[in-house]
T-cell receptor
Framework: AQSVTQLDSHVSVSEGTPVLLRCNYS??????LFWYVQHPNKGLQLLLK??????LVKGINGFEAEFKKSETSFHLTKPSAHMSDAAEYFC????????????FGSGTRLSIRP | DAGVIQSPRHEVTEMGQEVTLRCKPI?????LFWYRQTMMRGLELLIY????????DSGMPEDRFSAKMPNASFSTLKIQPSEPRDSAVYFC???????????FGEGSWLTVV
């Protein structure tokens, strides 16, 4: 069985400060893990993905995430927040053998203070 | 590539009317998903196709909802008759042949009054 937990429903940071969005997963197999971003009134855009290659994954817009098997975590980080980063972020877990079992986290809303 | 294309982007319809949402997946992708997003329930998987065949439709809310994929480049989601509680954003997504990365369209915003 697979599951994903986003530990914070809302994160607020000041512009220029680091961003940390937390995600923990549970999987019976070696998982594939993703982060998607959804800006207001937009679709979900793929930020980055981990599929058993390098554990530190770099994505678009300066975001990166590190796969830590021992902690079953896949936290999303960015060194310096920008106003345009304000959006909803979804952590996703799946396994290549079952594309229909794509499990979305409940989402984290990121707010950026000027 | 143009990405996943959905139409219409916005639709307002009266209760009882038929609604048809359309999706063109990314060329070469062999899996297609329909999701519904609401504030109350978040993202819900409605149905999943693989090679044009419905594999998992357990998320389809009731018989008023139906989905088809007549060929690899087109899918429809139909609601008949529509009800106000169907108001939501409906997303189509397609998956690459590796089977584990999906790409979303911009969504169809449906309001049933």
């Amino acid at each position: 069985a697979q599951s994903v937990t986003q530990l914070d429903s809302h994160v607020s940071v000041s512009e220029g400060t680091p961003v940390l969005l937390r995600c923990n997963y549970s999987s019976s197999y070696s998982p594939s893990l993703f982060w998607y971003v959804q800006h207001p009134n937009k679709g979900l855009q793929l930020l980055l993905k981990y599929t058993s290659a390098a554990t530190l994954v770099k994505g678009i817009n300066g975001f990166e995430a590190e796969f830590k098997k021992s902690e079953t975590s896949f936290h999303l980080t960015k060194p310096s927040a920008h106003m345009s980063d304000a959006a909803e972020y979804f952590c996703v877990v799946t396994h290549y053998s079952s594309a229909s079992k794509i499990i979305f986290g409940s989402g984290t809303r990121l707010s950026i203070r000027p | 590539d143009a990405g996943v294309i959905q139409s219409p982007r916005h639709e307002v319809t009266e209760m009882g009317q038929e609604v048809t949402l359309r999706c063109k997946p990314i060329s070469g992708h062999n899996s297609l998903f329909w999701y519904r997003q609401t504030m109350m329930r978040g993202l819900e998987l409605l149905i999943y196709f693989n090679n044009n065949v419905p594999i998992d439709d357990s998320g389809m809310p009731e018989d008023r909802f139906s989905a088809k994929m007549p060929n690899a480049s087109f899918s429809t989601l139909k609601i008949q008759p529509s009800e106000p509680r169907d108001s939501a954003v409906y997303f189509c997504a397609s998956g690459d042949r590796a089977g584990n990365t999906i790409y979303f369209g911009e969504g169809s915003w449906l309001t049933v009054v």
